[in-house]
């Protein structure tokens, strides 16, 4: 993505075309086709095993596949993916490194005073790849299992309802205080390591509520062990067709999920970008990908850079009026 680092062939091939050889309207397309000529270095800012990584194993192995080229996923956990944005911000901008961001990449610009990076300057903006909407789940024994039960039971406890997150500021957490908001309540907020940990506490009645990707909810859902309550998007979810809306419980226009997408370091070469663009979207619509991402809980959301480009920076206008208007912060 930083500096462009052209390989000892490449600077060969250009110099004899500087020397007159009748090629030079051949050397751009001569290079765009020698790219990749070795493995991209594909960052995770999460740990191996979560929704994320999941992703990212799935669509690199599939472009693995069909063109022959080698991705590496990288996991570099930490910070509320900072690290793993850093070391991307870092990088060299030559297209041999990528990373797969989610939707956490527009919130900490509002949670964090000491970020060393702008998200609209610094990154070029590959392709979208996911959204995960979000089931609320309460726990077994709470009093609330629609969403008219959910709201008189908020308002009624207010302070005394909590919920847990997979940590301050991610995406669950926002969802629930944008969700409160709209009630004018302030249950209390219980963040955790992780979504394993959150699951856990729940099951054991120590929380009440949780907002958790279909994935992870689905297995205590069949066993009857947590009560699903609505869904976070303006549409029903295609593998819990019968669960309501956040926007057909009267929270009008209310749309939140996670998402996924492709970023690059900033001055990667446009037709580098593209390229992997283009492959990321050829992946997602193929058939197998398709239905093993679905089957997850995962909806493919195939697009172009602009594409990901405007969902990240409109999330970041909304998650900012959340974080302000809930005065979340994080020491």
Not at 233 to 244: G, K
Not at 278 to 302: K, T, W
Request: with cysteine; glycine share 10%.
């Amino acid at each position: 993505m930083h500096r462009y680092g052209l390989r000892p062939s490449i600077l060969r091939f250009s110099f004899a075309c500087a020397l007159g050889l009748g090629l030079a309207a051949a050397c751009g397309p001569a290079a765009a086709q020698d790219y990749p000529a070795r493995a991209v270095r594909w960052i995770v800012p999460y740990g191996p095993g979560g929704g994320t990584d999941i992703v990212a194993r799935i669509v690199t192995k599939k472009m693995a596949e069909t063109h022959g080229q080698s991705f590496v996923v990288e996991n570099r956990p930490g910070g509320n993916t900072m690290i793993g944005t850093q070391a991307v911000v870092n990088a060299q901008p030559d297209g041999y490194t990528a990373m797969q961001t989610a939707e956490q990449i527009a919130a900490n610009e509002s949670l964090y005073k000491d970020i060393k990076f702008t998200v609209g300057k610094d990154f070029e903006f590959v392709a979208p790849l996911v959204r995960t909407p979000l089931v609320l789940l309460a726990r077994r024994g709470l009093p609330v299992t629609s969403p008219q039960e959910l709201v008189a039971y908020m308002k009624e406890q207010d302070a005394k309802v909590n919920y847990g997150s997979w940590g301050q500021g991610g995406m669950n957490h926002l969802t629930m205080e944008a969700f409160a908001g709209r009630l004018g309540v302030h249950p209390l907020h219980v963040p955790f390591t992780g979504a394993a940990a959150a699951v856990k506490e729940l099951l054991a009645g120590n929380i009440d509520l949780y907002f958790s990707d279909y994935g992870t909810a689905m297995p205590y859902i069949e066993a009857g062990q947590l009560t699903p309550v609505l869904v976070s998007t303006r549409e029903r979810l295609p593998m819990l067709p019968d669960l309501p809306t956040a926007q057909e419980a009267g929270f009008e226009g209310f749309d939140m999920y996670s998402f996924q997408g492709v970023v690059m370091p900033r001055g990667t070469p446009r037709e580098r970008v593209e390229r992997i663009s283009a492959e990321v979207r050829q992946a997602l619509e193929s058939r197998d990908v398709h239905d093993d991402l679905m089957a997850r809980g995962f909806i493919p959301a195939p697009g172009a850079p602009d594409d990901f480009r405007r969902m990240v920076l409109d999330s970041q206008k909304e998650f900012a009026a959340i974080i302000r208007d809930r005065k979340i912060t994080i020491e």
